[in-house]
C-alpha cells in the first residue's frame, strides 16, 4: 500500500505562515495528482489545494492568493506553503494522492497533520 506522510504542522498567531510537507515514494510522485483537503472540527473535510505533474494548480475559492503548492523532486514531496493564515484555517490537513482520472475518494491519504491558528 502507498504510503503518504505529511509534516510541518503546528500552531500560529493570525497572520502568520506554516508549510506543510507530503512525502510519497518516488513512482507515485512523479505520476500522481497530489493535493491537500483539510477537516476543521465538526464539519466535513474540505479540497485546499492540488498538483499535477504536468504543473496545474488548483486551490479552493477561500486561499484568496495566501498559499502556494509545489513539488520538490530531489526530495518527492509536495509543499503547501500557507500565509496569512487566519483562524478559520485550523483543522487536520491532509495530503492525498491519486491517479489521473479518478477522485480523491479513489487516492491515497496520509494520518494527518494539525494546523492551528490562534487570534
Known amino acids: 500500500q502507498v504510503q503518504v506522510v505529511e509534516s510541518g504542522g503546528g500552531t500560529v498567531q493570525a497572520g502568520g505562515s506554516l508549510r506543510l510537507s507530503c512525502a510519497a515514494p518516488?513512482?507515485?510522485?512523479?505520476?500522481?495528482?497530489m493535493g491537500w483537503y483539510r477537516q476543521a472540527p465538526g464539519k466535513e473535510r474540505e479540497f485546499v489545494a492540488q498538483?499535477?505533474?504536468?504543473?496545474?494548480?488548483d486551490f479552493a475559492g477561500f486561499v484568496k492568493g495566501r498559499f502556494a503548492i509545489n513539488m520538490d523532486d530531489s526530495k518527492n514531496t509536495m509543499n503547501l506553503q500557507m500565509n496569512n493564515l487566519e483562524p478559520e484555517d485550523t483543522g487536520v490537513y491532509y495530503c492525498?494522492?491519486?491517479?489521473?482520472?479518478?477522485?480523491?475518494?479513489?487516492?491515497?491519504w496520509g494520518q494527518g497533520v494539525q494546523v492551528t491558528v490562534s487570534s
Open positions: 518516488a513512482e507515485i510522485f512523479r505520476t500522481n495528482i
Open positions: 492525498n494522492v491519486r491517479p489521473p482520472g479518478t477522485t480523491a475518494i479513489d487516492g491515497t
Open positions: 498538483m499535477s505533474r504536468r504543473g496545474g494548480r
